[in-house]
């Protein structure tokens, strides 16, 4: 079976996520583990099928211990400002894209006016 990046990124997040599971005392279910990685896959899959250009295998061992180690020294307080963070991004994600839109359509609509024919005196 050929892996992709995707599968190397995913693999390292069930690592991650029992590393922090296990740092806050949470107990998990394989059925858990499953559910978190496929909402992680669901909501990076654009970033997911961008890095598979990469081939990437398998990563590193020594660089998901690195990210491993960042989970160790994150401080009670700090997983609960990342915690209290996560629901602004999401909103504030969706503001971005409702804002990008608008704009979309308003140059959509300035080059549609830009275009018409003027020829005999339109409005």
Same mark, same amino acid.
């Given at each position: 079976m050929v892996r992709t990046t995707k599968d190397a990124i995913l !693999?390292?997040?069930e690592r991650l996520y029992a590393k922090a599971a296990h740092k806050l005392?949470?107990?998990?279910? !394989?059925? %858990?583990?499953s559910e978190a990685r496929e909402n992680f896959a669901r909501r990076f899959a654009a970033g997911l !099928?961008?890095? %598979?250009?990469l081939r990437? !295998?398998?990563? &590193? %061992?020594e660089v998901i211990e690195e990210m491993e180690k960042a989970i160790d020294e994150l401080s009670p307080s700090e997983v609960v400002?990342?915690?209290?963070?996560? &629901?602004?991004v999401h909103k504030g994600q969706e503001l971005l894209r409702t804002l990008a839109y608008q704009q979309a359509e308003r140059r959509l609509l300035e080059y549609a006016l830009q275009q018409a024919d003027d020829t005999y005196g339109g409005n």
């Open positions: !693999e390292a997040f005392g949470v107990r998990y279910t !394989e059925k %858990d583990v !099928e961008a890095l %598979d250009a990437i !295998e398998k990563i &590193p %061992d400002a990342y915690l209290a963070s996560i &629901p602004l």
